[in-house]
């Protein structure tokens, strides 16, 4: 078996470690080094130190990323990645409704469970996501009848024990998900057939929102609790409603101790609208988060579209812009951090959604760092 290995190295191929086996590889990997020591002058590797950099030890307030336990399990690169470069975890999917309370009462937390041990072991911060938001749910809160004290029941239910369970595990939640309509800054209400409506605010009143909160805090008092929505930076309509929802709990003496802006941006965006956002949600003294960033680069859909330096470039200059202005708007006291939603493109959510390719993250489809991940760690540390 050591012979076997020793050979591969000498030959050059890559030998990528198991996670559970981890010393006993590394202990191989040194007696390689020795034995093709003696064969063959080694190739010098060159090592700048921006490729040794890390995210997490430039920036000066938590950088995340959402994350996904199977790739965690099943790819190294992934796994490597994302247990060296950040120092806060998401999860992408896996403490949503759908995936907690897959049937009325019947709790799921083992893959949540997964990444809050994952998150422990590297030394990360868990934002926990999201326990309330019109979307992601199960086909029986959809269909679900009962009068109001029964849906009432249900909604308390599912965050006292989702929230009950990740108690002094997660440090913060995203409570309530994408509650104002993008047309005119009210609430989602009405049409729950067309898809974007709410379901939570049709069958509860309007105040849901600041009942999820009070339910989230009591069944974990010591986590920060956050609303959480997109379009922010480009609509200043439901930015201002936004403004006036939390400013509005936060009078009323609701717990929320932040704001998550998604950012789900493209290099076409205009950054004005980012820096004013910023500015104005950091005005409400609130933490702020940059929840969920990802910077398209085919925003019209272009279906043969293929990635050029130029498009990698304007890219690299938006994280690093996305990144400055975060620290350059929002004082330290007020930083939650800033977190891309996963971190290559083979895990991106955007090319499925839109149905088109693109390259919105950091790291290539192949784990590569791109142009990307050095504008973002120049703008993290600048
Ligand atoms: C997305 C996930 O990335 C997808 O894998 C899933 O199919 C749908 O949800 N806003 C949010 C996130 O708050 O939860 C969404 O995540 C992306 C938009």
Not at 33 to 44: D, V
Not at 180 to 195: E, F, Y
């Amino acid at each position: 078996m050591k012979k076997h290995l020793i050979k591969l190295a000498c030959h050059s191929t890559p030998i990528f470690l198991n996670r559970n086996s981890r010393l006993p590889v590394l202990f191989v990997m040194l007696l390689i080094t020795y034995s093709c020591k003696k064969k063959e002058t080694p190739t010098p590797i060159v090592v700048t130190p921006t490729d040794t950099t890390t995210l997490r030890s430039v920036a000066p307030f938590p950088v995340g990323a959402a994350m996904n336990p199977d790739l965690i399990k099943d790819n190294t690169f992934y796994y490597k990645i994302a247990s060296t470069q950040y120092s806060s975890l998401t999860p992408e999917n896996v403490m949503k409704f759908a995936a907690t309370e897959p049937a009325l009462n019947q709790f799921s937390f083992s893959d949540g469970d997964y990444l809050v041990s994952f998150a422990a072991q590297n030394h990360m911060r868990v934002h926990a996501h999201n326990l309330i938001w019109y979307t992601s749910l199960p086909d029986w809160v959809v269909n679900f009848q009962g009068d109001s004290l029964a849906w009432e029941s249900m909604f308390k239910t599912h965050i006292d024990s989702v929230a009950g369970h990740y108690k002094g595990k997660v440090a913060s939640w995203d409570v309530v998900n994408e509650a104002i309509r993008d047309d005119n800054g009210t609430l989602r209400n009405q049409d729950v057939s067309a898809g974007d409506g709410s379901i939570w605010r049709r069958h509860l009143g309007p105040d849901y929102i600041a009942r999820a909160f009070l339910y989230a805090h009591a069944a974990d008092p010591n986590a920060l609790l956050f609303y959480n929505d997109y379009g922010q930076e480009y609509d200043v309509v439901k930015l201002d409603s936004i403004i006036a929802l939390v400013t509005g709990l936060k009078a009323r003496g609701i717990p929320i101790s932040g704001i998550g802006m998604e950012m789900h941006i493209n290099v076409n965006d205009n950054n004005t609208g980012i820096t004013t956002a910023l500015q104005k949600l950091a005005a409400t003294g609130l933490l702020i988060h940059i929840s969920e960033l990802d910077i398209s680069l085919n925003p019209s859909n272009n279906q043969s579209m293929v990635l050029t330096d130029a498009l990698e470039q304007a890219q690299s200059a938006e994280y690093q812009f996305v990144a400055e202005t975060y620290r350059a708007a929002v004082p330290a006291a007020q930083r939650y951090g800033i977190t891309t939603w996963e971190f290559s493109d083979a895990a991106s959510w955007i090319p499925i959604y839109y149905n088109r390719p693109d390259w919105p993250l950091p790291f290539d489809a192949s784990y590569n760092k791109k142009a990307a991940f050095y504008g973002l760690l120049t703008g993290l540390q600048k």
